[in-house]
């Protein structure tokens, strides 16, 4: 490698071990900000629809991880250039450092950071990464013109010096998450959380409604497997006993509410099924499960619905906000202020302590994680955080099926198996399944036992397969009479359609 080439690797380590001290620092030192995460913050707020789905659907659940590698190797390639650059003279490693850790505050102090906490930050993860360049360019200069042993022996000494490097800022950033994310449930107290007895319980779901095949989604999603879909790339932090739920705008008597008071009133259990709008035909955001809450028509009959209120509007911790028609807490289905999750309180990545169960909505449009406020205003008053990109302000969850099993692609010989999957209507319930099998006429699959009308439904059908490729599609009616469309549409703006097919071949 040359001398330019371990410049370069000597800028883009650097830059990696000012990232690591940012973590290091954000996870000791509570009012200090992680700048990736700021940074992170930023990007999600001004991307773009199409290249959000993008990431979605080539990274799934995947998205944010992939989020924080991808600014860590910008952030690593600027640090190369910087390297090379400073060659000439420090003052340029100077400057280019300044320069990425003014960025890092800016990102923070936009995202909502305490403005000396991130400047902290920025001069911590500045510094370290000055200190570190100049360390390594320290062992470059060792590599002076000699003794082929002497340049072998410097040589040797500055990749033992980058692998050091490599090493704390791995430990370092590993050390600042652990302890950020150990001080936010502590702080959050969940373990010390004991959930009530409902009003309304529900019990263990029939034997009919679950079909026992393999490889078929589970009736009700361990929270665990739950997808995750949300703008925050950690889980914010939420101090259980100064949180409180603020109802606000147009009501009669506005009101703040602590967890204790919330956890004493009137509860009910629902299974209901969630879906994220960016959920491609046949993918896997969604999920069913078995909330704990109290009725939002409860919390807003409370405050007192003024007229004219036509949107609720959901406020995260975060900033984060839905908006829904007013008239869906109102209309019948399950909505919820909910505290559980399939017999436990609500996990800290899927909103603790509080958050929105809507059925019938998806999530960008109603399912608020960690809700610290609920305001009534008019339809035309406010846009939440996806409308003003690009997404719909109104979004009922489309009818939908999938086909679990067999997967797409799948080998298999031609002995007798079953066609299984799920498919889900909340709000409406699912009628009747059908499935395709290349161009024979639609055959009905059987129904499992339903849940309830908000609950996805397993289906399956027996199937004697041929030798040969084949193409199973499947197609969903609900109860009101709809059959999905064969017509394919991305997410955007308002969520897919088409019916899910895969592709199979069984052996002779």
């Not at 510094?127 to 000699?146: I, K, T």
């Not at 009133?265 to 709008?277: A, G, I």
């Not at 799920?422 to 395709?436: D, S």
């Amino acid at each position: 490698m040359s001398t330019r080439g371990r410049a370069a690797v000597a800028g883009a380590v650097s830059a990696l071990a000012a990232l690591a001290a940012s973590e290091l620092a954000a996870g000791a030192l509570g009012p200090v900000p992680s700048l990736v995460e700021s940074v992170g913050a930023v990007v999600i707020d001004v991307v773009p629809p199409g290249l959000k789905n993008w990431a979605i659907d080539t990274f799934g659940t995947g998205d944010k991880p992939a989020l924080v590698v991808g600014i860590a190797l910008t952030i690593s390639l600027i640090g190369a250039w910087v390297g090379v650059a400073a060659r000439r003279g420090f003052r340029v490693a100077v400057i280019g450092f300044g320069v990425l850790s003014a960025v890092g505050v800016a990102a923070a102090i936009a995202a909502g950071e305490p403005v000396i906490g991130a400047i902290v930050g920025g001069a911590i993860a500045g510094a370290v990464g000055l200190v570190a360049l100049n360390w390594l360019f320290g062992r470059l200069r060792r590599e002076e013109p000699g003794s082929a042993g002497e340049v072998d022996g410097g040589r040797r000494s500055f990749l033992a010096a980058v692998g050091v490097v490599v090493a704390l800022a791995a430990l370092s950033t590993a050390a600042g998450r652990v302890i950020a994310d150990r001080a936010k449930r502590l702080v959050a107290g969940r373990e010390g959380v004991v959930l009530p007895t409902p009003v309304e319980a529900i019990g263990p779901p029939p034997a009919a409604a679950s079909l026992a095949i393999d490889e078929l989604s589970p009736l009700i999603t361990p929270n665990d497997e739950f997808f995750r879909i949300d703008t925050a790339l950690s889980v914010p932090s939420v101090d259980l006993s100064t949180w409180t739920l603020r109802v606000s705008g147009l009501v009669d008597e506005p009101y703040e509410i602590g967890y204790d008071e919330l956890l004493a009133m009137p509860m009910v259990e629902r299974y209901v099924t969630l879906s994220c709008v960016s959920n491609t035909v046949g993918g896997s955001l969604v999920g069913n499960a078995k909330w704990l809450g109290v009725p939002l028509s409860a919390i807003l009959d409370r405050a007192g619905v003024r007229a004219g209120a036509d949107q609720l509007v959901g406020r995260s911790v975060d900033g984060f906000t839905v908006g829904f028609p007013t008239g869906v807490a109102f209309d019948g289905r399950d909505a919820l202020v909910a505290v559980g999750m399939n017999d436990e309180p609500l996990p800290v990545d899927h909103g603790f302590p509080v958050r929105l169960v809507v059925a019938g909505l998806y999530g960008y449009v109603s399912a608020t994680k960690w809700l610290s406020e609920i305001e009534l205003t008019t339809w035309d008053a406010f846009d939440a955080y996806w409308v003003p990109r690009g997404w719909s302000k109104e979004a009922p969850v489309k009818t939908q099926s999938r086909i679990d099993t067999p997967r797409h692609g799948k080998r298999f010989g031609a002995e007798p198996r079953a066609i299984a999957g799920v498919a889900w209507a909340p709000n409406t319930g699912i009628a009747r399944v059908e499935v395709q099998i290349d161009e024979e006429e639609w055959a009905e699959a059987q129904l499992a036992e339903s849940l309830s009308d908000n609950s996805w439904r397993q289906w399956t059908m027996p199937w004697t397969p041929t030798p040969g490729d084949h193409h199973i599609r499947v197609r969903a009616t609900d109860s009101s009479g709809y059959t999905q469309t064969g017509e394919s549409a991305s997410p955007a703006p308002d969520g897919a359609t088409g019916w899910h097919t895969i592709r199979v071949t069984v052996e002779g």
